[in-house]
């Protein structure tokens, strides 16, 4: 009875050791997703451990939204924006699949997608004007390139950039 009461007790710490240094490795995670939550939130599984992943380097609309003092305009332009562009309140639906799997890459506690070959996820939704860049610097291969898919979603005035929800939520963003 102790031998098996130790073994399982090994066994347990040892599962979590291992995916502890799986979750910290900078190797990308073949994972499968299982729940599109939002455009902010989806829930991965890797063997029998699922977690939630929030996409690297961006502030979705969803977390501005959660972000900003209740009824202020920020949350007020938000409503707005997805009241006029309802498929983008599911827009993580038309580029992630249920039950596909995913490259992902552990960064700051959130994930880097691969969605289409080396574009991220974080990337589709800067595209659409559905995210604002984090202010701070990121890692060297993300940093550039996300500023510029930002600037080009700002030039075409795409999503949040059409509505002037940058400018109305900067507060949300400046308190973080």
Known sequence: ?????MCKNNFIFLFFFLFSTLLAAKEPVLSTLV???SNEVHE???GNYKYMCRPYGVYTLEELYRN?????VCQKSIQ????????????SHQKLNTFQSYSIVFKNQKCVISVAGEKSYSEFLLEEGLALKVPAKLGKEYDFLFMKVQREAKKE???????NISK???????AK
Not at 1 to 5: K, L, T
Not at 157 to 163: D, P, Q, S
């Open 68 to 72: 900003a003092k209740k009824d202020s």
């Open 80 to 91: 707005s924006f997805y009241n006029k562009n309802p498929n983008l309140l599911n827009y």
């Open 44 to 46: 991965f599984k890797n």
């Open 157 to 163: 005035k795409k999503g949040l950039w059409n509505e």
């Open 168 to 174: 109305e939520c900067a507060s949300s963003i400046d």
């Open 35 to 37: 729940t599109i939550v």
């Open 1 to 5: 009875m102790i031998i098996f009461f």
